[in-house]
C-alpha cells in the first residue's frame, strides 16, 4: 500500500515536483504494479481512507507518474467515481503502509487510524530540519516536525532515512524522547529518473556563461547570500556579470532575498527566475551551466547536487557532511557564511580557463551518482523483515 494523498495535494494545486514529490513518484514506479493506492481522507480530527481497488489503483499511478494539463478536472472525476467520501473497509490488516512523504503524520486521528487498518508502516523520514534548524521553517512547523517524528517511532514497524546524516539526526532525537528506534534502514536517494537524454534537441539555454540553483526561494536555501554575490559582480563587471538562473518557486522565510529579486535594479535580467520547469529543461540548464550553486545551511539530502553530477556539471556547495556523503570529495566545498570565499568561486569558475573548474572536472571522471536499484535493494531488504 502506497500512500499517495501528497501528490494529490501537489499536483492538484498545480505544483512541479520538488524533491520529497519526485521520491513519492519513485515509489510509485517500484511499487505501482503490486500495491494499492492510499489517499488520507480528514474531517477535523476524524481521520479515514480510501483505499482504491487494483484497478483503481493502476489507473490512479499511471496518471500521477504523468499528470498531464487537465490532471486537477481528472481528479475530481475520479474521486467521484471510486467514491472517496463514502466509508470503505477493506481488508488489509498486516499489509505494510509505506508513507515517503511525510503527509499527514502526526496529525491528530492518524496513529488511531494506523490502528484501526491494522498495516505495519514503513516511513521514509527525510530530514529533521524543522526540529534542529527551526529558525529556517515556518512559526508553527517545529511542533508539526516533532509530532511527524514521534508518530514514525512509536508506531513504525520501519524507518527508511534518505542518508546517514538523517539517520544520525532521528537517532539523537529518539534519544532525547526516550523512545525506541524502529528497525532502519540508510538508503540514498537515486537521480536516474532524469538524464542527459531528456534534453536531446534542445538548443543551449543562453550564449553567455550563467550558473544554477535549484530549489526552492527560502532562507535556508541561502539564495541571499548568491544574490548578494551577484550584486557584487555586476559592481565590478557590469553587463558582462555571468547569469544566475533560479529554478524553483518562491517559498518562505526569505523576504530578504526576495526584495534584492524584486526592487534590486542591477540584478534585472542578471539574475533570472525559473519558477515552472521541466525536467528536460531542467537537464538542459544544468547541463550547459558553468557549476550548479548549492550554498545552503542545513540539508538532509540534496537530489540537485547528485543531478548534477550525473550529468557532468560541477558544483559549489556548503560544507555540508550529507554532501560529502553523497559526492565524497569531488565538489568544492565552501562555508555557507563566507560571502567572499563564494564570490572568488563564481569569479574563477566563469573563466573559459579555469583551472579549478578543470580540475573538478578531473575528480569527476567515473563518478557514480545514487541510483533507485541500489535504494530499493536496500528497502527491500527491510520489507523483507517485516513478512
Known amino acids: 500500500m502506497i500512500d499517495v494523498t501528497r501528490l494529490l495535494v501537489h499536483l492538484g494545486a498545480n505544483k512541479l515536483p520538488t524533491g520529497i514529490d519526485r521520491v513519492c513518484m519513485a515509489y510509485v514506479v517500484q511499487f505501482g504494479g503490486i500495491g494499492r493506492a492510499v489517499i488520507q481522507v480528514r474531517h477535523g480530527v476524524f481521520a479515514y481512507s480510501n483505499i482504491l481497488s487494483r484497478t483503481e489503483s493502476a489507473d490512479m499511478f499511471a496518471r500521477l507518474l504523468k499528470p498531464g494539463l487537465n490532471f486537477k ?70 511542533v508539526r516536525h516533532v509530532a511527524r517524528m514521534e508518530t514514525v517511532l512509536k508506531h513504525g514497524a520501519g524507518v527508511i532515512t534518505n542518508s546517514q546524516a538523517s539517520l544520525d539526526a532521528l537517532h539523537d532525537f529518539a534519544i532525547q524522547r526516550g523512545l525506541n528506534l524502529p528497525p532502519a534502514v540508510t538508503a540514498l536517494l537515486g537521480v536516474d529518473l532524469i538524464d542527459a537524454r531528456m534534453a536531446q534537441g534542445m538548443a543551449r539555454p543562453m550564449p553567455s556563461p550563467y550558473f544554477v540553483v535549484v530549489s526552492t526561494i527560502e532562507g535556508r536555501k541561502n539564495h541571499l547570500l548568491l544574490f548578494k554575490v551577484w550584486r557584487r559582480l555586476v559592481e565590478k563587471l557590469g553587463t558582462k556579470a555571468p547569469r ?144
Open 73 to 142: 478536472h481528472w481528479l475530481a472525476g475520479f474521486l467521484a467515481k471510486s467514491g472517496l467520501l463514502s466509508w470503505r473497509k477493506p481488508t488489509v490488516h498486516g499489509n505494510v503502509y509505506l508513507n515517503v512523504g511525510h503527509m499527514g503524520i502526526g496529525v491528530p486521528g492518524y496513529s488511531q487510524w494506523l490502528k484501526r487498518l491494522g498495516v505495519k508502516p514503513v516511513f521514509l523520514v527525510h530530514d529533521l530540519i524543522p526540529i534542529s534548524h527551526p529558525e529556517y521553517c515556518a512559526p508553527k512547523a517545529k
Open 244 to 387: 544566475l538562473v533560479v529554478i524553483g518557486r518562491r517559498g518562505w522565510e526569505a523576504e530578504s532575498a526576495m526584495d534584492l529579486l524584486d526592487r534590486c535594479e542591477p540584478l534585472k535580467g542578471i539574475v533570472i527566475e525559473k519558477p515552472y520547469c521541466s525536467d528536460a529543461e531542467l537537464v538542459c540548464y544544468l547541463q550547459h551551466a558553468q557549476a550548479l550553486l548549492f550554498p545552503s545551511h542545513i540539508e538532509g539530502f540534496g537530489l540537485p547536487l547528485a543531478e548534477a553530477l550525473s550529468l557532468g556539471t560541477p558544483v559549489l556547495a556548503s560544507d555540508l557532511a550529507v554532501f560529502k556523503e553523497i559526492a565524497h570529495d569531488i565538489p568544492e566545498y565552501i562555508d555557507p557564511l563566507d560571502g567572499v570565499a563564494w564570490l572568488e568561486a563564481v569569479q574563477d569558475y566563469v573563466a573559459e580557463t579555469s583551472p579549478r573548474r578543470a580540475q573538478q572536472l578531473a575528480r569527476m571522471k567515473g563518478y557514480q551518482a545514487p541510483r533507485w536499484f541500489e535504494h530499493f535493494a536496500k528497502v527491500d531488504v527491510l520489507l523483507g523483515q517485516l513478512r
